[in-house]
């Protein structure tokens, strides 16, 4: 879902929010998709395409007419997954959990009240599903987004649930916000959460939320399995395993330090 510039973020917004459709298609796009799914008028839309274009944000295919996001977009990308994502400090944690319980794990953070899955490891089974390294997902009716929305301050809480769509994906789906407020009291009482088939069929999954010390919410871990093979019962016994992961993570990510220049004499 693209984000929408505000009134107050001028040009600068309005061109990083067109840089944020077309990152949003997943595939080459062209100028007339984006036209009629942006409320920028001809004239200025190509304006904003061609100045991203030239500061290589995005790149155009002349023998096809398409737009994708461009390579300094993706030295940008890595470079924010490195010094602003939890994934490198926790990529051992991640391995060490995953060998251990043989399913599937996510490592994920909020943004703009959504979930960005940051890192992945798969199921020695490895089954097809929504999530991926990378990909935005719904806070609302996922395990990790649950546990991040009830760890947030009331005022952010707020302002994240008048963000949802309330999009009903399965029967099992919460589908309002005093109904998910219930559910957000019951994740703080108990330390995890549960996804219930609520994002996809078949799917459930235990999380964790990764925490400072002071109880600041910095992302969320997960155990993802199938119907098929686990119940919630298995999964509420790997809760203590979970848990204690997510505390390594959470410990090691406020402990990081970016490297400080040598010094000279």
């Not at 295919?61 to 994708?68: A, F, I, S």
């Not at 609302?140 to 929305?149: A, E, N, P, S």
Request: glycine fraction near 6%.
């Amino acid at each position: 879902m693209a984000q929408t510039a505000r009134p107050g973020d001028g040009t600068v917004g309005k061109a990083l929010e067109v840089l944020d459709h077309v990152a949003s298609y997943g595939r080459p796009v062209r100028f007339g998709e984006l036209l009629q799914d942006t409320p920028f008028p001809k004239a200025t839309l190509y304006r904003f395409l061609q100045t991203l274009t030239h500061q290589r944000m995005l790149a155009f295919d002349p023998d096809r007419g398409t737009y994708v996001p461009g390579l300094r977009l993706v030295r940008l990308a890595h470079t924010a997954w490195a010094q602003s994502s939890l994934a490198p400090i926790a990529r051992l944690h991640l391995d060490q959990l995953s060998a251990s319980v043989g399913e599937t794990v996510h490592l994920a953070q909020f943004d703009h009240a959504q979930v960005l899955y940051v890192d992945k490891r798969n199921a020695r089974q490895p089954v097809e599903m929504f999530s991926q390294a990378g990909k935005i997902g719904p806070a609302y009716c996922t395990g990790v987004g649950k546990v991040m929305l009830a760890h947030l301050p009331p005022a952010d809480l707020a302002r994240a649930l008048d963000l949802q769509s309330w999009h009903r994906f399965t029967p099992q789906t919460l589908c309002d916000a005093d109904s998910l407020r219930a559910e957000l009291q019951a994740i703080r009482a108990r330390g995890f959460g549960y996804d219930r088939e609520e994002h996809e069929p078949g799917i459930l999954c235990i999380a964790a939320p990764v925490l400072t010390r002071a109880g600041r919410i910095l992302g969320a871990l997960s155990i993802t399995t199938t119907t098929a093979r686990s119940d919630l019962d298995q999964l509420a016994r790997r809760a203590p395993q979970l848990q204690a992961t997510a505390r390594a993570i959470g410990d090691e990510a406020e402990a990081w330090a970016f490297p400080q220049p040598p010094t000279t004499d």
